[in-house]
């Protein structure tokens, strides 16, 4: 019989064979004789990788055999030593070093199908790590094989996982992803949490083969957009990851792309504590808190962080556009005129220092040229966006800019001919198709705008199906397999949804202020209960999302139908919309413009009151209910609602027109022609939609 020893002899013996013979230069240059040298070394290597782990087998049996009363096994954490160790990897190796790529996997399938003991965990993560990194580098999906369960057997051989029940993955994505979370669960178990001097070599060797480990993982759960899941094994790995700038930064950015803002932010900032000097870190912490949380004093507080580089650092410039940014956004905010413009002037200053520190900059050339359009500085925000473009001419916010700029020197022909080319180039963007249809309406005719809502219902029907494919019935019936619909393709497509939401949200005024932010989520989340009972609102946020845009796209067909006095469209443009979201403040406007529009006053105030208590800084709303106020002789009330909307939206040409009306109502003549006249100044430089409708982005 031979003994757990023995067969650890005969294993090393084979090895060292191999090895020998692999360092001896061969006598002759014969391609057969070379052949012969290749096929003996991996020979040797393969008996003695089998027989290492028959031997560490037989040795899991022997000990398990022992009566519990026998004392501690202090031999329980041996391991079969470097040269097995190192022979064991080898087969495959060699194998894929001399072209052979599926005998390769296929003996790193085999070592990966013995049955596992106590001693050979070690050894089955580096064995399950290479092979996913071998699957996820080298096989493609047509040259994928899954594995056989069936095979021959050499002995002596190690003792196999066998069975009609066992799992075979259908692609190289379920192979690499079952190895490494085999590969995950191992690592984890093995490291080492004591952080003390004399663990510390223990420590580290443990936390680079988790690191490994999660680097492979983030690979091949992110070419599926399982973001949730990395970020959840990214959240396994904080145990011992204390201190550890790099996988605190990879959590980081799992919890990103999962839209777990809130929480990522904290995990950014325990990273720029980690490293201070790291500018990246602060800037996407920036990013963090004005494209998603509306955290301005906080996102400019990380720009700030930022600039502790100093102008020298090469990410200087891009540290002060997320400046500007969050100056900007905070104007927005402000009550007072004073502090507005204080901030405005800010941002501007911005802008201009990170062009002065970059002049290629393409972004810092575009926010700098919005940010000239805010201030109504139209010539100048041509030139510098034209200058954007000159250095990334499919940007598509510096085109959609440069549209409205057009419009606002009144030169619709031109910004007709520019928006249609920029939708060749972006045929699916909502956003600039809201602004053709817009433009339409001036240059052609209402009618002609219609046809672009069609195509806007087309689009949105292609994003509604993406979420559909997602919970199709294979989901439900293999919960375990990677969804194939689930790629970054698709993922890449919910996001551009995402981004065109913050677009398409409250294009009457562009509203970025932090109580109308507010107020969204809290009508969506109301919607979402009164309307939960049809089931058209899934639960899930890319449901929501499409549904949300679906939302913006008849709102402003009912407007469209105002425009053209057909009513019983309109209404039913705000049926549809009030079935979606019936809580929704732009839901209560809309129906005010219906109710306004039959001259039904009184249901129109009601409507704009509705509109106003869910969202205070609804501008229209404000605008509107101080014009029913002046139609039911209430002039001062009227005033009052309309010097707060020229306070929040004080570029509304709109907003001073009709308070001069009322002012003129009221007597107040002199008060009125002022008004008058700053309605005519805005109005020479208004476009067809406020310029703060294109986001305010840091790429």
Same mark, same amino acid.
């Given at each position: 019989?031979?003994?757990?020893?023995?067969?650890?002899?005969?294993?090393?013996?084979?090895?060292?064979?191999?090895?020998?013979?692999?360092?001896?230069?061969?006598?002759?240059?014969?391609?057969?004789?070379?052949?012969?040298?290749?096929?003996?070394?991996?020979?040797?290597?393969?008996?003695?990788?089998?027989?290492?782990?028959?031997?560490?087998?037989?040795?899991?049996?022997?000990?398990?055999?022992?009566?519990?009363?026998?004392?501690?096994?202090?031999?329980?954490?041996?391991?079969?030593?470097?040269?097995?160790?190192?022979?064991?990897?080898?087969?495959?190796?060699?194998?894929?070093?001399?072209?052979?790529?599926?005998?390769?996997?296929?003996?790193?399938?085999?070592?990966?199908?013995?049955?596992?003991?106590?001693?050979?965990?070690?050894?089955?993560?580096?064995?399950?790590?290479?092979?996913?990194?071998?699957?996820?580098?080298g096989v493609c999906e047509k040259?994928?094989?899954?594995?056989?369960?069936?095979?021959?057997?050499?002995?002596?051989?190690?003792?196999?996982?066998?069975?009609?029940?066992?799992?075979?993955?259908?692609?190289?994505?379920?192979?690499?992803?079952?190895?490494?979370?085999?590969?995950?669960?191992?690592?984890?178990?093995?490291?080492?949490?004591?952080?003390?001097?004399?663990?510390?070599?223990?420590?580290?060797?443990?936390?680079?083969?988790?690191?490994?480990?999660?680097?492979?993982?983030?690979?091949?759960?992110?070419?599926?957009?399982?973001?949730?899941?990395?970020?959840?094994?990214?959240?396994?790995?904080?145990?011992?990851?204390?201190?550890?700038?790099?996988?605190?930064?990879?959590?980081?950015?799992?919890?990103?792309?999962?839209?777990?803002?809130?929480?990522?932010?904290?995990?950014?900032?325990?990273?720029?504590?980690?490293?201070?000097?790291?500018?990246?870190?602060?800037?996407?912490?920036?990013?963090?808190?004005?494209?998603?949380?509306?955290?301005?004093?906080?996102?400019?507080?990380?720009?700030?962080?930022?600039?502790?580089?100093?102008?020298?650092?090469?990410?200087?410039?891009?540290?002060?556009?997320?400046?500007?940014?969050?100056?900007?956004?905070?104007?927005?905010?402000?009550?007072?005129?004073?502090?507005?413009?204080?901030?405005?002037?800010?941002?501007?200053?911005?802008?201009?220092?990170?062009?002065?520190?970059?002049?290629?900059?393409?972004?810092?050339?575009?926010?700098?040229?919005?940010?000239?359009?805010?201030?109504?500085?139209?010539?100048?925000?041509?030139?510098?966006?034209?200058?954007?473009?000159?250095?990334?001419?499919?940007?598509?916010?510096?085109?959609?800019?440069?549209?409205?700029?057009?419009?606002?020197?009144?030169?619709?022909?031109?910004?007709?001919?520019?928006?249609?080319?920029?939708?060749?180039?972006?045929?699916?963007?909502?956003?600039?198709?809201?602004?053709?249809?817009?433009?339409?309406?001036?240059?052609?005719?209402?009618?002609?705008?219609?046809?672009?809502?069609?195509?806007?219902?087309?689009?949105?029907?292609?994003?509604?199906?993406?979420?559909?494919?997602?919970?199709?019935?294979?989901?439900?019936?293999?919960?375990?397999?990677?969804?194939?619909?689930?790629?970054?393709?698709?993922?890449?497509?919910?996001?551009?949804?995402?981004?065109?939401?913050?677009?398409?949200?409250?294009?009457?005024?562009?509203?970025?202020?932090?109580?109308?932010?507010?107020?969204?989520?809290?009508?969506?989340?109301?919607?979402?209960?009164?309307?939960?009972?049809?089931?058209?609102?899934?639960?899930?946020?890319?449901?929501?999302?499409?549904?949300?845009?679906?939302?913006?796209?008849?709102?402003?067909?009912?407007?469209?139908?105002?425009? #053209? =006095?057909?009513?019983?469209? *309109? !209404?039913?443009?705000?049926?549809?919309?009030?079935?979606?979201? $019936?809580? %929704? &403040? /732009?839901?209560?406007?809309?129906?005010?413009?219906?109710?306004?529009?039959?001259?039904?006053?009184?249901?129109?105030?009601?409507?704009?009151?509705?509109?106003?208590s869910i969202n205070p800084s609804?501008?229209?709303?404000?605008?509107?209910l101080g014009m029913v106020l002046?139609? #039911? =002789?209430?002039?001062?009330? *009227? !005033?009052?609602?309309?010097?707060?909307?020229?306070?929040?939206? $004080?570029? %509304? &040409? /709109?907003?001073?027109?009709?308070?001069?009306?009322?002012?003129?109502?009221?007597?107040?003549?002199?008060?009125?022609?002022?008004?008058?006249?700053?309605?005519?100044?805005?109005?020479?430089?208004?476009?067809?939609?406020?310029?703060?409708?294109?986001?305010?982005?840091?790429?």
């Amino acid at each position: 019989m031979t003994t757990p020893r023995l067969l650890h002899i005969y294993a090393e013996a084979y090895a060292i064979k191999g090895y020998c013979i692999e360092k001896i230069s061969p006598s002759n240059t014969s391609k057969y004789k070379a052949e012969k040298r290749e096929e003996q070394i991996i020979s040797c290597f393969e008996r003695a990788g089998d027989l290492a782990l028959l031997y560490l087998q037989e040795k899991e049996k022997s000990l398990s055999s022992q009566t519990v009363g026998a004392g501690p096994i202090e031999e329980l954490q041996e391991n079969i030593g470097p040269i097995l160790e190192t022979a064991i990897q080898q087969s495959p190796i060699y194998y894929i070093k001399h072209g052979d790529l599926e005998k390769g996997i296929g003996r790193f399938r085999e070592l990966l199908r013995a049955v596992e003991s106590r001693f050979s965990q070690g050894l089955r993560l580096t064995l399950a790590r290479q092979l996913a990194e071998v699957l996820l580098r080298g096989v493609c999906e047509k040259t994928y094989k899954p594995p056989s369960i069936k095979g021959d057997i050499v002995n002596p051989s190690p003792r196999k996982y066998t069975g009609d029940g066992l799992f075979v993955p259908d692609n190289e994505t379920e192979e690499a992803l079952l190895l490494l979370l085999i590969a995950e669960v191992i690592a984890t178990r093995e490291a080492v949490l004591n952080r003390s001097a004399e663990h510390k070599q223990a420590q580290n060797i443990t936390f680079q083969n988790a690191t490994a480990v999660y680097n492979l993982l983030a690979i091949a759960l992110v070419k599926r957009a399982q973001f949730d899941r990395l970020s959840e094994s990214f959240e396994r790995a904080m145990k011992f990851s204390f201190k550890e700038f790099h996988i605190w930064y990879q959590f980081a950015n799992s919890l990103i792309c999962a839209r777990k803002y809130s929480r990522a932010l904290l995990v950014l900032k325990e990273c720029c504590f980690l490293r201070p000097k790291n500018v990246i870190v602060p800037l996407t912490a920036a990013k963090l808190c004005f494209e998603y949380l509306q955290k301005y004093e906080d996102g400019i507080m990380y720009a700030e962080k930022a600039l502790e580089a100093g102008d020298d650092h090469p990410m200087a410039s891009r540290a002060y556009v997320a400046l500007g940014i969050g100056y900007s956004l905070k104007a927005v905010e402000m009550k007072l005129k004073a502090d507005r413009q204080t901030l405005h002037t800010k941002a501007l200053n911005a802008f201009l220092k990170a062009h002065a520190l970059d002049p290629n900059d393409y972004l810092s050339l575009f926010h700098l040229a919005l940010q000239l359009a805010i201030l109504r500085q139209v010539e100048d925000a041509i030139k510098y966006t034209r200058l954007a473009l000159k250095y990334y001419s499919e940007h598509i916010h510096s085109l959609h800019l440069l549209v409205l700029l057009l419009s606002a020197q009144k030169n619709y022909e031109e910004a007709m001919q520019l928006i249609k080319a920029a939708l060749e180039e972006y045929p699916d963007n909502l956003s600039l198709l809201l602004t053709k249809a817009k433009l339409e309406e001036i240059v052609y005719c209402p009618e002609e705008a219609l046809n672009t809502c069609k195509r806007m219902l087309k689009i949105w029907k292609d994003f509604q199906e993406i979420d559909s494919d997602e919970k199709s019935l294979s989901l439900i019936l293999h919960p375990m397999k990677v969804s194939e619909a689930t790629d970054r393709s698709t993922f890449d497509k919910k996001s551009q949804a995402n981004l065109l939401l913050t677009e398409l949200t409250d294009r009457e005024t562009g509203s970025m202020r932090a109580e109308s932010i507010a107020a969204s989520r809290m009508e969506k989340n109301l919607s979402e209960v009164a309307s939960s009972g049809n089931g058209l609102i899934q639960s899930q946020p890319e449901a929501q999302r499409t549904w949300r845009l679906l939302n913006q796209i008849w709102l402003y067909l009912a407007d469209l139908y105002l425009s #053209l =006095d057909k009513m019983e469209e *309109a !209404e039913a443009c705000v049926s549809e919309t009030a079935t979606l979201f $019936p809580l %929704s &403040h /732009q839901v209560a406007y809309i129906r005010g413009r219906v109710y306004e529009h039959k001259q039904k006053y009184q249901e129109a105030k009601a409507c704009y009151e509705n509109a106003i208590s869910i969202n205070p800084s609804h501008t229209s709303s404000l605008q509107h209910l101080g014009m029913v106020l002046h139609e #039911l =002789d209430n002039d001062k009330l *009227a !005033e009052k609602m309309l010097r707060d909307a020229v306070n929040m939206e $004080p570029t %509304s &040409h /709109q907003c001073w027109f009709y308070l001069g009306l009322v002012l003129e109502s009221l007597g107040h003549s002199e008060g009125a022609a002022d008004c008058h006249a700053t309605a005519l100044e805005l109005e020479l430089t208004s476009p067809v939609v406020p310029f703060t409708v294109i986001p305010r982005l840091m790429q």
